[in-house]
Structures are given as structure tokens and as C-alpha cells.
């Protein structure tokens, strides 16, 4: 029960991949154990009752460390597909002596396949608008290029805590985003609000 309301759930979960994208132990580390998740079963909000079989999908991921970025992007699609879904899932974040880290990784026909030579296109970053591009090329050279976005009133600004204790420092998220992933020539992958994008920092 929270603020007068009353919550409870029975859920089951169903993935077949999860991804690292980044572990540093000396930095911290990006993990999302169930990157292609499904939920069957119900939600019951204020006695009215929510199911399906599935029911809806999960996006999310886990960063921890001990020395907080100056800044990070990150985003997390999921895009139903008949024989299962495929996502993307991309970190961008600054590492000591001017460098940057970068990591993305698709799971697409039940398959793995790493980002390399990624390119940021287009960050824009307001109260308005959330909006990341970039492209790349996957293991098997062809090119893939993927845009996110997420717009107010779906963007949510929250202050997060320093591991330090220092103090806190901005972060934009919107958890209802849209994407849109080109995969060569003649394939999208696109989902209206099936999408996580998440700016921290400057």
C-alpha cells in the first residue's frame, strides 16, 4: 500500500539472454541479467485487475561503481518479434585521461552480436526532449544505425546520489521512448514505447 493505494502482483518472468556491457571492476560494471524479458501473470491496482499471457516486457539495467561518471547515455528497446523479441541495449560513458567508453549490443533471431566503431550522431538533452543517435557496424560488418527518443511529458529528472557521499548530480530519464534500430538494407526494428533513455551528468 503506498499514498493511500493499494498495489500486489504475481508475475512470472521469461528471457533467454542477458548482456554485460560494461565490467571494469575498477570502474563499476553495466549488466542486464534479463535483457529480452517477458511477464506473464497479473497486476491488481486499486482492485482492478491487469493480466495477459504475456503480459508485457521488462527493460532495464544495473550500474554500479564506486567513482560516478561525469556523464553516461544509456538506452535499452525492445521490439516484439513472432518467434521472440529482440533488443538493443547501448552505454556510452566518459573513463579517466579523456576517454570514452562505448559498448552497444544486439539480440536479434535468437542471435549475439556486438557494436563496433560506434559513431554518436545526435545527443540532445532538454526538459522537452530526450533524443540520442548513433550508429555502428556488427560483427559481421553490416551497418546498423539506432535512434531514440523520448519526449515531456515522459521525462522524468531525478537526483542521483553520489557513491562518494559528495552530493548529487542530474539525471534525465524517460522510460516510455520511442526507437527506431535500420538494420541494413530493407530492415527496421521499431517500437513506439518500448524503449529506456537515460542521460546522467554534465
Keep these: 500500500r503506498t499514498k493511500g493505494h493499494h498495489i500486489s502482483w504475481n508475475l512470472r518472468i521469461h528471457s533467454t539472454f542477458g ?13 542486464s541479467p534479463h535483457s529480452d524479458a ?18 508485457s516486457f521488462g527493460v532495464q539495467g544495473h550500474n554500479c561503481g564506486y567513482r560516478h561518471r561525469s556523464y553516461w547515455r544509456w538506452m535499452h528497446a525492445y521490439f516484439p518479434q513472432p518467434h521472440g523479441g529482440s533488443t538493443l541495449e547501448a ?7 579523456g576517454l570514452i567508453f562505448r559498448n552497444a549490443i544486439l539480440w ?7 557494436l563496433r566503431k560506434i559513431k554518436e550522431s545526435l ?19 553490416s551497418p546498423i544505425e539506432a535512434s531514440v527518443e523520448g519526449i515531456a ?5 531525478l537526483p542521483y546520489t553520489k557513491t ?19 538494420l541494413g538494407p530493407g530492415e527496421t526494428l521499431e517500437t513506439e514505447a518500448g524503449a529506456v533513455l537515460e542521460m546522467g551528468g554534465a
Design 164 to 182: 562518494d557521499g559528495s552530493g548529487t548530480f542530474p539525471v534525465s530519464n524517460a522510460s516510455l521512448a520511442h526507437a527506431i534500430v535500420k
Design 123 to 141: 545527443i540532445d538533452r532538454s526538459r522537452a526532449r530526450l533524443l540520442w543517435t548513433f550508429s555502428g557496424q556488427l560483427d559481421d560488418g
Design 19 to 31: 548482456a554485460t556491457l560494461s565490467d571494469k571492476g575498477w570502474i563499476g560494471f553495466s549488466r
Design 38 to 55: 517477458t511477464f506473464s501473470g497479473e497486476i491488481i491496482f486499486d482492485g482492478e485487475k491487469i493480466g495477459g499471457s504475456p503480459l
Design 153 to 157: 511529458p515522459g521525462i522524468h529528472e
Design 91 to 97: 552505454l556510452v560513458y566518459d573513463l579517466p585521461f
Design 108 to 114: 536479434h533471431h535468437g542471435k549475439f552480436s556486438s
